[in-house]
Nanobody
C-alpha cells in the first residue's frame, strides 16, 4: 500500500503562512500526481492544488497567487506553501496521491490536517 503522512497544519492569524507536507511511503510505485484537497464544515471537499511528478501544477481559483504546491521527487514528498491566509481557508486539508505500479494504478488519501485561520 501507499501510505501518506501529513503534517504542518495549525492555527494561524489572517495574513499568516503555513506549509503543509505530505510524504508518500511504500515501495513498488511511481507517483503520477499528488494533490491537496480541503473540506470545511458544511461544504463539499474541493481540490486546492495538484502537481504531477513532472512539476505541472493546477490551482483552485480561490487560492491562485497565494498558495504554491511543490514536490520533492527524491523524497516523494509534496508541499503546500500557504501565504496570505484568510479565514475562509479554514478547513481540513487532505493529501491524495495517484501512483503507477508495474501492474496497475492505485490511489491513497491522507488522514487530513486541520488548518484554522482566525484572529
Amino acid at each position: 500500500q501507499v501510505h501518506l503522512a501529513e503534517s504542518g497544519g495549525g492555527l494561524v492569524q489572517p495574513g499568516g503562512s503555513l506549509r503543509l507536507s505530505c510524504a508518500a511511503s511504500g515501495s513498488g510505485f511511481s507517483i503520477s500526481v499528488m494533490g491537496w484537497y480541503r473540506q470545511a464544515p458544511g461544504t463539499q471537499r474541493e481540490l486546492v492544488a495538484s502537481i504531477t511528478d513532472g512539476g505541472t501544477t493546477n490551482y483552485a481559483d480561490s487560492v491562485k497567487g497565494r498558495f504554491t504546491v511543490s514536490i520533492d521527487n527524491a523524497k516523494n514528498t509534496m508541499y503546500l506553501q500557504m501565504n496570505s491566509l484568510k479565514p475562509e481557508d479554514t478547513a481540513i486539508y487532505y493529501c491524495h496521491v495517484n501512483v503507477w505500479t508495474p501492474w496497475d494504478t492505485a490511489n491513497s488519501w491522507g488522514q487530513g490536517t486541520q488548518v484554522t485561520v482566525s484572529s
